[in-house]
């Protein structure tokens, strides 16, 4: 099995006619969407330092103030919490500054999300950006050096990913994974559950989190095989069996590469 460090898959069973994100109330601020870019329009008389966002299944490409300096831009950033995402900033911009966020996927609720479901060859690519997170640390971080689900600190603390499995088979799983120089050697769980039987596993399969020098240097690795009989909707789900030191891991994907 070859396993590449870039795939890109459009995902088109998550294209809605429009997202809640539209209708989305801002203290201070009107928030707008142009396709793939969400604009933050600040009230002249705003004089926070911050705006907060519910959390979005899509990658941030670029964060930067419209028709300001590149110094005035360099002190905006966005930082992940568990459910939504808070853009700060050191200065005030001046009055009426718009945040212009461009993102690599439109701008979705994670709870907006169908299910994935399979590329022409069958096969099943889950990007991290489509994860619900779940726990007291865990959170999906869009930056695009991070594009990762992160924080994974905690022993009660999952990602999963819903999936639609067309046609039972077996399936080669695939990981992209970071860890920290000295964090690797935890142990993490795999599972596969139908939307109809959660607490009884499909499919399962153990692995050893691979110390790659950094979080976010990522490695495709390959975990094993599963057979899935029969065709329905999935939820697939890592969670750690133990942490060896700080944190378990970052995950940038998992792929289900569909088998003759």
Known sequence: MALTAAI?????SNVFAQSQLANIQLPGAKLTIDGQTVLIHLQPDFAGKFVELPRLAAPVRSLTWQGDSADAMSNLK?????TTWKLVWDAPPKAGGVIEMQLDAAPFLIAECKPIEASGDGSLYLPAHMATTTGDKI?????PFKNT???????????SWSLKVAKA??????ILQGCGAGNG????????HTVASPDSAAASLQFEVQDTGHFQNFVWRHLGEINLTEASEYQLRIRPKNIKRGALMDVRAVHLIRLP
């Open 8 to 12: 890109h898959i459009a995902i088109s």
């Open 139 to 143: 959170r999906y971080e869009p930056q």
């Open 149 to 159: 689900v992160g924080y994974w600190a905690g022993m009660q603390n999952s990602a």
């Open 169 to 174: 088979g077996k399936f080669n799983v695939a």
């Open 78 to 82: 966005l930082q992940p919490e568990l």
């Open 185 to 192: 050697g935890s142990t993490a769980e795999l599972t596969l």
